[in-house]
């Protein structure tokens, strides 16, 4: 009789067991990677440049689903990251270019959803939702859903180097100082390496129970050439100094224009280094994953907030113009999605699919209630992605203030509305705004050379319409 319960209490373990991973696997880990201003050709896998040492992107992209019509709502950072927090267009917020407010107080997060649904909740790294992102804004992570947050933006930037006071007043015009929890941290470091470290600190000590990270790189934004000076010597770059460095026979806007490209010695070089870096790192946070046993319930997001920086050495080939910019080359973003035994690994998806789209779409996926994501603008994609059922959405719209663009299917069209501003960012950013009223076929017209406005008035007319109806709804009361 007692051999009998024994083996009674044993099979109760095994089944124990068993339901408590079940329980566990219905929540699973979610870390979104958001990198700053990468190039749409930069990475390694994609065989347009021979330079680029990116083994971990390859390797992330090679086990993920790959989307080919992925876009960002903005070409910019701060309304972009408004929105993949959000899942909501930018412009509910009153946010369409640089000097918005950011998050509208009390607009639900996805990390309050994902803190709702029992999940310890972190945030490392760069923070731009807005004019202020000092501790007490809602725009501060500790005050819309995360538990633990280390952050740091002087306008969006992260020096790469330094972060205590003594360096801050030297350098004020790109450091400023890290803020864990809201209090001032000292602590210097290769931000990189630091966002990475605190990020693998999080997973470890909380590997036995849900959670969602946020990890958010200032890579490969400029400053590329603010590099440790043993990176330098690894890649034989010389050093470049910051402003404060010179002899200040320049004023801050002269040393700007000559610390980017065109103008900036060695900066694409800087940049593949930057890129390299950011690439390890992303590689030992998935390390960390795989060691703690978590691969097999962690989803993995990758994205990239606007379009490649040309300033900063980002390369968008074969996409038309960079970051500032409402064609493709300012928009269109990597989306890798990973989800071991869930999501088919290797595949290509050409959906077309936005970054407001993964608030709906990942607290799906930890079962949350719906109504933790009803009010987004986004689209829950798991249908498809698990159960390979048709997503009807086949529009988008971009309003950055002074221009907008609607696409819908594969036509794209493009508006500047406000000429003399947006030939004044084309200016100081070295890029390509464009002019006018533009149409485009994407089908057959990826890199939007040929303006076909001329030949189809109807598709012009059917366009905008969209777009004004798409006004109307952002920026009434909700």
Known sequence: MNKIKKIFFAISLVILGITSVFAKGN????????IDDHGYAD??????????????????????????????TSPICSPSRCAIITGQYQAR???????????????????????????????????????????????????HGFDECITAGYGGRVHYLYHNEKAIAKHSMTAAPWLKNGEKMEEDGFSTEQISGWSQDFIEKNKDKPFFLQVAFNAVHNFAFQLPPKYLKEWNLPFYPDYEETDRSMSEGEWYDKSIIPDLPNGRKYYIAQLYYLDREIGAIRNKIKTLGLDDNTIIVFITDNGGSNCSGGDNTPLRST??????????????????NKFQGNTKNDMIVSTIDLMPTLLAATHAEKKTYKNTDGINLLPSLLKNKKIKRDELVWDVGFAWAVRKGNWKLKVITDQKKADKI????????????????LNIDESEQKNVAQEHPEIVESLTTIYKNWEKMVTQQN
């Open 27 to 34: 929540k699973p880990n979610v870390v979104l990677i958001i």
């Open 93 to 143: 917020s009153d946010n369409y270019f640089f000097g918005d407010p950011g998050l509208a107080v009390g607009t639900k997060t996805m990390a309050q959803g994902f803190k709702d649904n029992g999940y310890k909740t972190a945030y490392y790294g760069k923070l731009h939702y807005g004019n202020d992102n000092g501790a007490t804004s809602y725009n501060y992570p500790s005050n």
């Open 426 to 441: 084309a200016k100081h950013q070295h890029t390509d705004l464009g002019s006018g009223t533009e149409l485009f076929n």
């Open 43 to 72: 990475m390694n896998y994609l065989g347009i440049h021979d330079n680029l040492v990116t083994p971990n992107l390859d390797k992330l992209a090679e086990q993920s689903i790959s989307f080919t019509n992925a876009y960002n």
């Open 323 to 340: 970051k500032y910019s409402l064609y493709e080359g300012g928009i269109r973003t990597h989306m890798f999605m990973y989800w071991k």
